[in-house]
Each structure stands twice: as structure tokens, then as C-alpha cells.
């Protein structure tokens, strides 16, 4: 067991913004599992769009502005989660300060290469016309930018390219781009970042479509999804493992061949939510065939998903739902859903074959597009054009925007908090911020030494934390150690 001063030692220097940085995560058999300590990782996670398509230009996405990022971050990491989903970003953009903020606390990023941008997506009624390597410079662009990032947990190839509108070819083109991805990553990249698939609710593609994406194509073993998500709002209100349909789904993908999650849930249809659906997710019933997921949607935006309102005056509102859904990954039996599985981890995929497929209107041929031509070049040598992120010390981590919970109060001292080198954020940990009116549960050591050692003080988990507030010396040694690493 570290000692408390090792502890200390450990946070003092990830305040300073040295190297501080996750685990890489990585996939195995169907679970995601952190690549040094092999224990398992399930997503606890929100989709993360401020402004929806119109907060998105090429001088503006969701990874571009640190003022947001901090804010968000901080916010986020008090919720409880430990990954978000980004759909629409420019590759040109600076991403080191978003990206390096999210790494620090201890958050995963799964990223689209998509955008909406003309060349920006594959188009799911022509998809021969628009595989190009046009679209491979916005590809391989969003690799290159967050390629030497240790919280890249992985990429979409497509979101919801698939559906009742789109061509019978376009199962082989998701697997192309997801060739042509792995091998750019194999080439440019020094760590495998898994690649996958996010797929829309269509009942009767959903099968289909796990089984085409998942199979092994042993001429093109590297077109395989590595991971699949499924954007799924079937539990609506107080609802019932049954009443939802999750225990279908829970048998659909008991089989499966790689890690499955909600890449978006949340029905909103009953209001306020509750999110029950929680703890099915990440109770013994599911954890089997899924790995988490990702609550839609960070904002509020015209469409009513929103976990937080930012208001025209600068401030930020925790909704209502933000409340519920805490409380919720409150109860998340955390041992439960990290323990790792060796049946999981050593489920080997199928041979692709026809018989695999279903419905008649769905493609069960596995021959491949061929690469675009100039695709090939953009692989061997790299996308050089995109502004590649690189990792910057976090050392501003109080937001300044006022926070209002639910009710309109004001919630002081909200801070991000630096994690120790290795860990990912989790919930239940005892976070920044208070109201005026609540007993504060957030420790004393705050605020008697700065708000810089006391976000210090209480991203130290497992009771080291406990152990400051209840020790003036031990206090006053981690004021020392900050003091001394901040003027190394
Ligand atoms: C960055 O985000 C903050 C907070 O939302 C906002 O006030 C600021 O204008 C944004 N900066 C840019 C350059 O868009
Ligand atoms: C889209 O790609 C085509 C080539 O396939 C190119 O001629 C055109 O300029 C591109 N448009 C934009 C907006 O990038
Ligand atoms: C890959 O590169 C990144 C960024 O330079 C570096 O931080 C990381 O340690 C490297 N990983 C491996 C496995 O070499
Ligand atoms: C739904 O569940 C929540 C949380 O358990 C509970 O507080 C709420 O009263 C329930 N609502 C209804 C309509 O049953
Ligand atoms: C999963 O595999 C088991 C054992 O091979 C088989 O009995 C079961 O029918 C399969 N389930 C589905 C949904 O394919
Ligand atoms: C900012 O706007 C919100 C939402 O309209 C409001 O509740 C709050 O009182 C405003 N705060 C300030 C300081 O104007
Ligand atoms: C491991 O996973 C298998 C199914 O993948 C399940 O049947 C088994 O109960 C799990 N073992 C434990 C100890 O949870
Ligand atoms: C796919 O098949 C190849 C060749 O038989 C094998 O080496 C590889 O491990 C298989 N991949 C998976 C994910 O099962
Ligand atoms: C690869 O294998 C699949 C399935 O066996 C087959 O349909 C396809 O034609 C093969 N492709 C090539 C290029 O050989
Ligand atoms: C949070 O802090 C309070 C007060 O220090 C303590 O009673 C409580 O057990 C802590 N909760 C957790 C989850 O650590």
C-alpha cells in the first residue's frame, strides 16, 4: 500500500502539471480494460456537443476553447464520469489545452471523424461518390491531432450511417473507412487506439449490423470494428429491465465479439428523468454484454437533453437532471463493474460468412471497396496538414463562472482536480463545490490553503483526503511540497 506521503508526492507533482496522464485503455476479447493494471473499464459517460451543429465552424468546436473545457471538465468530473463522446470536431484546430485538460481529470475522450462540413462524412445514399481522399484529409486529420493523447479511449468510424435510408453497400464502406483508419493508426500511430462503430436504434438492422461490423474477414482482419455502440432511448421514465426491451438487447449481445455500450441514452419523453436505467446498466445483468455508456447530453440545447443550462449572462445552471443522474452513479457498485473477466476477455470473433446476415435487405457480401487513390500516400507518409495536440500542464483549475444547482442557489468552489498519474475520474469521490445552505461535505483543507492545494487535497482518493483534513501536519507538508515543485 503507497504511503500517505507518496500520495501527497503524487498529487503535488500533478498539480504542477508534470506528466500526469490516464492509463491507455485497450480492448480485449468483449471488455475494455486499462492496459497496465488489466482491470476492466466500463464507460460512465455524456455526449458532449455545446451549440449542437451550430457550435461547430472551422474556428470553433467543442475541443477548441480551454475556458469551456475547464469549466465543463470540472463540472463533469463532480458528476462522476470518466469519458465523453465528442461528435463534430476540426482537425485544424488547437486541441492541446481541451485535450490535456480532460486528461488531467482523469476523463476519456471517444471521438467521430465525421463532420458535417462538405467531404467531411461519407454519405449514406452514395457512398462511392463521396469515399474519396477528400474526406480521408478529415479523417486521418482528427487521428494526427489527437494521436499523442493517453485519454483517447477510441474513434467512430460512422454514426448511424446505416438505417432504412441508407444504400446496400454501405456496411462494406463503414468497414473500408475502418481499414483504412486502423492501418493509418498501425503506420502513424505508436499505440493501437481502438476503432468502431455507433449505430442507430433500427430494430431490425441492429443484428445485422453487430454481426457484419464484428465478424473476421481473414483477408482484411484490420476492417473489423474493434468496438460497437448503440445510440438506445428504449427506457423511458420508471421503467423496467423488462418493459424496456434491455433484457432482448442483453441476449443479442451476450454473444458478441467485442466491447458493446449505449453510445447515447436518455429518453427524455418523461420529465424530469431519474435515469433508473442506471443501475441496470451497471448491475450484474448487463455488465455481462455491455460495457456502460453515455448519457445524452451535456447542454441543454433546443432539443431538451440537457444536464446543464449555459445561461446568456456567463453562468452555468445544474439542471435538475444533473442532480438525478449523480445521485444515480452514487449507487454504481464500483467493484462490480471493474473486475475483470477471463471468459470476457477471451471471446474470440466469428469468420465472416454470408449465413451470418439475416434480413434480405441487408448486405452479406465481404468484398471491400478498394482504397481511394491518394489514400494510400496519405498512410504511408501522413496527414501533415492538421495541427497536432500536445500535452500542456493544467495549472489554472479554479472556474470562474458561478454555478446555480437546480433550485438557483449558488455553488461555490468548484475546481477541477488534477488526478494522479493513472487514475481516471469515478463517482461517489467526495468533489468540489457547496451551497451556502448545505452541510459542506467538501473538506475544510480547501479553503484554509488556497484553492490550488485544496483541489490538490481532494484529488487524492481512497481516504487520503480524510487523512488531510483530519492532520495540520500533513496539511501544512503538502503546502510545502506544492510550494517546492512550483518553483522547480
Ligand atoms: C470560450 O468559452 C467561453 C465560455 O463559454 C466564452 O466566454 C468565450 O467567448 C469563448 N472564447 C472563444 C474564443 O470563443
Ligand atoms: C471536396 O472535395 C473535392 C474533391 O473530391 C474538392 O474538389 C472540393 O474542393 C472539396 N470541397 C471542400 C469544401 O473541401
Ligand atoms: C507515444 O507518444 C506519446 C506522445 O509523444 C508519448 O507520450 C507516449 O509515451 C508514447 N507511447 C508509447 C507507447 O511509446
Ligand atoms: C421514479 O424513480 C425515482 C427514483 O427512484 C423516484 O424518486 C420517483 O418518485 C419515481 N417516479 C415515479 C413517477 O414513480
Ligand atoms: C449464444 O451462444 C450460445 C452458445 O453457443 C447459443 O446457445 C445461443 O443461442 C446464442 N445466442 C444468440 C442470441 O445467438
Ligand atoms: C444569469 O442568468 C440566469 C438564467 O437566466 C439567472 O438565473 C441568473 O440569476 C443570472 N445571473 C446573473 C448574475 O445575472
Ligand atoms: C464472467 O463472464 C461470463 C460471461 O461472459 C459469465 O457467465 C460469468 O458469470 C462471469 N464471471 C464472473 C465471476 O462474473
Ligand atoms: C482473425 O483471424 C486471424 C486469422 O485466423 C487471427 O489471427 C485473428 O486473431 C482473428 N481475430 C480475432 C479478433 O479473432
Ligand atoms: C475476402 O473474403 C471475402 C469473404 O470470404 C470475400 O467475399 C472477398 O471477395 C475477399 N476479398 C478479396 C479481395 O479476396
Ligand atoms: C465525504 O466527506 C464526508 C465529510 O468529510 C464524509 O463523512 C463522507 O464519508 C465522505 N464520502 C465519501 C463518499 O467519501
Same mark, same amino acid.
Given at each position: ?13 500533478? /498539480? ?8 491507455? %485503455?485497450? *480492448? ?6 486499462? &492496459? ?6 466500463? !464507460? !460512465? ?33 463532480? @458528476?462522476? !464520469? ?6 463534430? @470536431? ?24 465525421? &463532420? ?5 462524412? /461519407? ?15 478529415? *479523417? ?17 468510424? $460512422? ?80 421503467? &423496467? ?21 449505449? &453510445? ?43 444536464? =446543464? ?9 445544474? /439542471? ?38 439475416? #434480413? ?13 487513390? $491518394? ?18 500542464? =493544467?495549472?489554472?483549475?479554479? !472556474? ?28 461517489? #469521490? ?43 501536519? /500533513? #496539511? ?5 511540497? =506544492?510550494?517546492?515543485?512550483?518553483? %522547480?
Amino acid at each position: 500500500m503507497r504511503s500517505v506521503f507518496s500520495r501527497l508526492l503524487t498529487a503535488a507533482c500533478a /498539480l504542477a502539471g508534470t506528466a500526469a496522464a490516464v492509463e491507455t %485503455l485497450e *480492448v480485449l476479447g468483449k471488455d475494455f480494460v486499462n &492496459s497496465k493494471t488489466q482491470e476492466r473499464f466500463q !464507460i !460512465i459517460g455524456v455526449d458532449y456537443q455545446p451549440g449542437g451543429s451550430s457550435g461547430f465552424s472551422t474556428s470553433a468546436d467543442p475541443l477548441s476553447n480551454a475556458t469551456a473545457c475547464l469549466r465543463d471538465a470540472a463540472l463533469m468530473q463532480r @458528476l462522476g !464520469i470518466n469519458t465523453v463522446r465528442v461528435y463534430n @470536431l476540426y482537425p485544424l484546430l488547437d486541441h492541446s489545452e481541451c485535450a490535456s485538460i480532460f486528461n488531467a481529470a482523469g476523463i476519456y475522450l471517444l471521438l467521430d471523424v465525421n &463532420s458535417p462540413l462538405t467531404n467531411g462524412s /461519407l454519405d449514406r445514399t452514395d457512398p462511392s461518390g463521396t469515399y474519396d481522399v477528400a474526406y480521408f484529409h478529415q *479523417v486521418f486529420g482528427i487521428i494526427e491531432s489527437f494521436k499523442n493523447f493517453p485519454n483517447i479511449l477510441g474513434f467512430f468510424s $460512422g454514426n448511424e450511417v446505416i438505417n432504412q435510408d441508407s444504400v446496400y453497400e454501405v456496411p462494406a464502406y463503414i468497414r473500408a473507412v475502418q481499414r483504412d483508419m486502423k492501418d493509418y493508426i498501425a503506420k502513424n500511430v505508436n499505440r493501437t487506439i481502438p476503432v468502431g462503430y455507433s449505430a442507430a436504434d433500427v430494430e431490425d438492422m441492429l443484428m445485422d449490423t453487430v454481426n457484419y461490423l464484428s465478424c473476421n474477414l481473414t483477408n482484411s482482419t484490420e476492417s473489423r470494428s474493434d468496438f460497437f455502440g448503440l445510440n438506445d432511448y428504449s427506457w423511458c421514465g420508471n421503467s &423496467s429491465y423488462t418493459t424496456s426491451g434491455y433484457d432482448t438487447l442483453v441476449e443479442d449481445f451476450a454473444n458478441a465479439s467485442l466491447p458493446a455500450f449505449f &453510445s447515447e441514452y436518455g429518453c427524455n419523453t418523461v420529465q424530469p428523468r431519474y435515469f433508473t436505467e442506471v443501475q441496470a446498466l451497471y448491475g450484474k445483468d448487463m455488465i455481462q454484454s455491455f460495457s456502460g455508456g453515455l448519457v445524452y447530453e451535456w447542454t441543454e440545447e433546443s432539443n431538451d437533453y440537457g444536464l =446543464v443550462q449555459l445561461n446568456d449572462n456567463g453562468t452555468v445552471t445544474l /439542471l435538475v437532471d444533473y442532480e438525478h443522474l449523480r445521485t444515480q452513479y452514487d449507487a454504481i457498485d464500483l467493484t462490480l463493474i471493474t473486475e475483470s473477466n477471463s471468459t470476457q476477455t477471451s471471446v474470440e470473433a466469428v469468420d465472416c460468412a454470408a449465413d451470418l446476415i439475416s #434480413g434480405d435487405d441487408f448486405l452479406n457480401a465481404f468484398d471491400l471497396p478498394a482504397r481511394p487513390s $491518394g489514400v494510400q500516400d496519405l498512410i504511408d507518409n501522413g496527414y501533415t496538414k492538421a495541427s497536432v495536440a500536445t500535452m500542456v500542464a =493544467v495549472t489554472s483549475t479554479t !472556474i470562474p463562472e458561478t454555478v446555480y444547482d437546480a433550485s438557483g442557489a449558488v455553488i461555490t468552489g468548484i475546481a477541477l482536480k488534477v488526478e494522479a498519474s493513472d487514475e481516471s475520474n469515478e463517482p461517489g #469521490g467526495n468533489t468540489s463545490g457547496s451551497t451556502s445552505s448545505s452541510d459542506s461535505s467538501s473538506s475544510s483543507s480547501g479553503s484554509s490553503t488556497g484553492t490550488a492545494t485544496g483541489s490538490a487535497a481532494s484529488s487524492t482518493k481512497s481516504g487520503a483526503a480524510d487523512k488531510l483534513s483530519t492532520s495540520a501536519m /500533513l #496539511g501544512g507538508l503538502l503546502g510545502a511540497l =506544492v510550494a517546492t515543485v512550483a518553483t %522547480l
